[in-house]
Antibody, heavy 122, light 108 residues
Framework: EVPLVESGGGLVQPGGSLRLSCAAS????????MSWVRQAPAKGLEWVSY????????YYADSVKGRFTISRDNAKNSLSLQMDSLRVEDTAVYYC???????????????WGQGALVTVSS | DIQMTQSPSSLSAYVGDRVTITCRAS??????LNWYQQKPGKAPKLLIY???NLQSGVPSRFSGSGSGTDFTLTISSLQPEDFATYYC??????????FGQGTKLEIK
């Protein structure tokens, strides 16, 4: 059983919108802090967004602030990333990842999905 | 943001070699430093958290050390499956996490 599975990636034109989803299983999703991390083609890793276990706290990288919205549905074990006003530079593989935080004690991204490719191009 | 700089950017080594990768932070981050391994087309995998703690299931040939601004990841005896790209990541500045640029470890 794969603990995190992303979906919703695809090709979108600049200025368009896309919604990514991440289905969680096999662990206590409702107790878990979650994030999105992206990786542009042949580039390194970039943290994008964070949401607390309850959803009360959300944070964004400056590069996506005001354009992306993170949310979660603990009843459905689901994490989402709504991406609006997309730019060519948003092209990347987007990973959902669990942040171990103080609850798990790792203070690291200890579970990752397989990734969803988002391509922004005209 | 805290900048993380890894060295070298790439490295060639033989199976059985001892390898060390360095990560330097632009400011002190105590021991809030994690290491990941990524193979082509795959998601990153957590190896070491808070500088020196081995993640469950990770072979003991991997070890981490350091504090403050300078950190190292050591692989004591390289195995064929260890050839990959390695990233460091700071978790001191929460929630503005940042990663190093990566170190690609290749077979010589």
């Amino acid at each position: 059983e794969v603990p995190l599975v992303e979906s919703g990636g695809g090709l979108v034109q600049p200025g368009g919108s896309l919604r990514l989803s991440c289905a969680a299983s096999g662990f206590s999703f409702s107790s878990s802090e979650m994030s999105w991390v992206r990786q542009a083609p042949a580039k390194g890793l970039e943290w994008v967004s964070y949401i607390s276990s309850s959803g009360a706290a959300v944070y964004y990288a400056d590069s996506v602030k005001g354009r992306f919205t993170i949310s979660r549905d603990n009843a459905k074990n689901s994490l989402s990333l709504q991406m609006d006003s997309l730019r060519v530079e948003d092209t990347a593989v987007y990973y959902c990842a669990r942040y171990g935080g103080l609850t798990l004690g790792t203070l690291a991204f200890d579970l990752w999905g397989q990734g969803a490719l988002v391509t922004v191009s005209s | 943001d805290i900048q993380m700089t890894q060295s070298p950017s790439s490295l060639s080594a033989y199976v059985g070699d001892r390898v060390t990768i360095t990560c330097r932070a632009s400011q002190r981050i105590d021991r809030y430093l994690n290491w990941y391994q990524q193979k082509p087309g795959k998601a990153p995998k957590l190896l070491i958290y808070t500088a020196s703690n081995l993640q469950s299931g990770v072979p003991s040939r991997f070890s981490g050390s350091g504090s403050g601004t300078d950190f190292t990841l050591t692989i004591s005896s390289l195995q064929p499956e260890d050839f990959a790209t390695y990233y460091c990541q700071q978790s001191y500045s929460t929630p503005s996490w940042t990663f190093g640029q990566g170190t690609k470890l290749e077979i010589k």
